[in-house]
């Protein structure tokens, strides 16, 4: 595969060194740019391939634990069947609508306890109070910004170097070593 994938590279590379040359200057420009930094965007890292590694692992092993066996399928069967049974047991009687209507009269008096009051009321406001003070301890503010962007821009600067560039010599796109 590597062999058809340098030879098709190596064609491309022509095809892309004819057409750069029909190109006036600024278009130039523009295409070294563009093909210049979607090579630097598709770079494998360890890092990248180690994280494709873990997640084809990880979702192997749950198509494998959801894999359909006999006994799995006799859990389910037997899991229906209690139910069915749980839901006959919750069948509407006479009895059962009895103690639905004492049920509801005692939540009615719950509710009633829950009754909103001038002290309820304050305790939720000096709640809300103290929240909104900490909502504004983390505001953004330009210092953190600041530091936000530095450290991206660190990050950035730290890559590694393109592997495609264009020779000005034989003006041909070429694979750096």
Do not use: C
């Not at 749980?86 to 719950?110: D, F, M, P, Q």
């Amino acid at each position: 595969m590597k062999t058809t994938r340098s030879q098709a590279s190596k064609r491309l590379f022509k095809k892309l060194s004819a057409l750069r040359a029909t190109l006036s200057n600024e278009e130039r420009k523009i295409l070294d740019e563009l093909i210049v930094s979607e090579v630097a965007a598709h770079k494998l890292t360890s890092k990248s391939i180690g994280r494709a590694v873990s997640k084809s692992a990880n979702k192997a092993a749950e198509v494998a634990a959801h894999k359909l066996t006999s006994k799995s399928i006799g859990r389910a069967v037997s899991k229906s069947a209690n139910k069915a049974a749980e839901v006959a047991a919750h069948k509407l009687t006479g009895k059962s609508i009895g103690k639905a209507v004492s049920k509801s009269a005692n939540k009615a008096s719950e509710v009633a306890a829950h009754k909103l009051t001038s002290k309820s009321i304050g305790r939720a406001v000096s709640k809300s109070a103290n929240k909104a003070s900490e909502v504004a301890a983390h505001k953004l503010t330009s210092k953190s910004i600041g530091r936000a962007v530095s450290k991206s821009a660190n990050k950035a600067t730290n890559k590694a170097t393109f592997r495609i560039a264009f020779d000005p010599n034989s003006e041909e796109y070429k694979i750096q070593d």
